[in-house]
């Protein structure tokens, strides 16, 4: 039986074990023959952690795991091997872990991170002749929790010094997930405190540091040049829409069938392979195609069973967040991704936290580079690229259900919501209304998304689009010409039993001055014209066109939390 290496980031485990693992060895060539230190960025879980344990073993001087690349693509460079296997001392850190609700937990994480490696070396430093009294004392310091911050902070720098002058060689930094403590910091209000840090660690050990080989740094995003990386103008970024090293994070389409034929679903069916790839494919880096690495490995353990395996390994809160709280305007746009459309943007690689929640161009960017989103098409421009964006697979976009309908749900739970969409699409006007009033109620009294309420309206048919998109007979539109106008949303049905259904909708801002029933006769007027409007301008001509006959027709007029629906036959 094959045996896969579900969760196993540590090179020497796997590859010393009796796993089966996509070799990527050839990544070391390229690091090789790269600036002096680089930063990849690349989505969670697809390889990165893996990677930069690889390039540790292989460049570790004390490394005693040198056989592990002999039956390897990269023992095939003889020439490279025998310069650089095992040449120099290696720092290495991990930030993946330190996911803090306060800056002062967080910075204590990294204290003990950087403590670690000052352990690893303790003994050789302390009584190595070669290093200074004045850095072992700094030594101490960090080993006894007594440095200062400023001693943090150079700590990088101060260790490459001490591993130069005692082995004489130069110093690998390996640096993986260095954004999660200031991803934290952004949802735990103390990301500039973070920044701060970093700025200042990092700044002291790859800017200038004669003591440095290479530097190797992964993440999922960028940071904002302004703010993190200001002064590091030796640094090379390598994002998702870089060709340099597309094929070594995820798998290619070679890799998945490679991998498939030795496993025991070579004996599956097409349309099995077929939903595998709908799934977990659909990533573009460069212009490599790439599968979602995690998701492949946990879908062949579990017999070709494909579930949302990526997508529920970590808290997806940012996502949620800023999804919720988007524009009118944005959550349209994502009514067209529901419905395989692509939606064009700028794509800014250097992720500003701070503009998030008042530049949407910068979310659609997160989205992208943190693997929510793929591009389809990338046009560069004077302005920087336009990619036309989507959804990459069946995956995510099971992510984006999940989110929308928990929203919606409420303190109620999915079962309920969906049983609200089916109450719509089987026509039954009564319940769905009574529903829709429950949802109102509770959404935006209770968990207060600070926005304007009418945007939940748009959330809505996000929901309505999410939830009906991808099922059987059923076609999506929205914001279409048709007759004399544009209609506003249509759910067109090819079933006999279920109707097509247009939605027409009127906001109106209604003063606090009027009464209850005031309020009640104006929302029902306006409901009405919003019906009256379907026939007037001839909304129905495309559903008609297509043999449309069972037509449902809804007004929606709202304010705030109050609405009402009248509805008719067509």
Not at 129 to 139: A, E, T
Not at 349 to 372: K, P, Q, T
Request: hydrophobic share 40%; charged share 25%.
């Amino acid at each position: 039986m094959l045996r896969l290496p579900i969760g196993i980031d540590d090179f020497q485990e796997l590859a010393s074990g009796e796993f089966e693992f996509v070799d990527k060895s050839l990544f070391i060539k390229e690091v090789l023959a790269d600036a002096k230190a680089i930063l990849i960025t690349r989505p969670r879980r697809f390889g990165k952690t893996l990677n930069m344990s690889m390039l540790r073993y292989f460049f570790d001087i004390n490394s005693t795991a040198a056989n592990l690349f002999e039956n390897l693509k990269i023992s095939k460079e003889k020439e490279l091997i025998e310069k650089h296997q095992g040449q120099y001392p290696v720092i290495y850190l991990t930030f993946k872990d330190i996911k803090e609700s306060t800056y002062e937990v967080a910075y204590q994480k990294i204290v003990e991170a950087i403590q670690a490696i000052y352990v690893e070396f303790k003994s050789v430093l302390l009584s190595s002749d070669k290093v200074d009294d004045f850095y072992k004392n700094k030594i101490n310091a960090i080993l006894d929790g007594q440095a200062p911050q400023s001693t943090i902070e150079n700590s990088i720098l101060s260790l490459s010094k001490c591993l130069h002058d005692h082995y004489g060689k130069q110093v690998c930094i390996l640096i993986d997930e260095y954004d999660t403590p200031i991803q934290e910091g952004y949802l735990n209000n103390y990301y500039p405190k973070m920044v701060r840090l970093f700025r200042n660690l990092f700044g002291a050990a790859l800017k200038g540091n004669p003591y440095l080989f290479k530097a190797v740094l992964t993440g999922i995003l960028r940071v904002s040049k302004e703010s993190m990386f200001s002064e590091l103008n030796n640094l090379r970024v390598y994002s998702v829409l870089n060709e340099k090293y597309g094929d070594y994070f995820g798998f290619t389409e070679g890799e998945v069938s490679g991998l498939l034929a030795k496993s025991n679903l070579q004996t599956q069916s097409q349309a099995k392979l077929e939903e595998i790839r709908s799934w977990y494919n659909g990533y573009q880096f460069g212009h490599h195609r790439i599968y979602n690495p995690w998701s492949i490995v946990n879908c062949m353990m579990d017999k070709g069973v494909c579930s949302l395996y990526w997508v529920n390994t970590s808290s997806n809160d940012l996502i949620k967040q800023l999804l919720l709280k988007s524009s009118e305007h944005f959550k349209a746009e994502f009514e067209l991704l529901f419905s395989g459309q692509t939606v064009a943007h700028f794509i800014d690689e250097h992720i500003a936290f701070s503009a998030l929640h008042a530049n949407e161009a910068a979310v659609w960017s997160l989205f992208l580079l943190a693997g929510y989103l793929t591009v389809d098409s990338l046009e560069q421009t004077d302005e920087g690229p336009i990619c036309q964006l989507r959804i990459p697979n069946r995956e995510i976009r099971g992510l984006y259900r999940q989110i929308i309908g928990n929203w919606l749900a409420g303190q109620y739970d999915i079962p309920w919501y969906n049983d609200f969409i089916n109450t719509l699409l089987d026509g039954n006007m009564l319940e769905f209304e009574n529903r829709l009033k429950q949802m109102l109620e509770q959404i935006i009294s209770v968990h207060d998304l600070s926005f304007a309420p009418e945007s939940f309206y748009h959330g809505l048919m996000l929901g309505l689009t999410a939830s009906v998109c991808g099922r059987k007979g059923y076609e999506l539109k929205s914001n279409r010409e048709s007759g004399y106008g544009r209609y506003d949303y249509l759910i067109l049905s090819h079933l006999k039993n279920k109707p097509t259904i247009l939605f027409e909708f009127k906001k109106i801002n209604i003063s606090k001055k009027k009464s209850t029933k005031e309020i009640k006769n104006l929302l029902e007027k306006s409901a009405k014209e919003a019906l009256e409007q379907i026939d007037s301008l001839s909304y129905l001509a495309e559903a008609q066109s297509q043999g449309a006959t069972n037509i449902l027709k809804i007004g929606l007029a709202f304010s705030g939390k109050r609405f009402a629906l009248v509805h008719a036959q067509a």
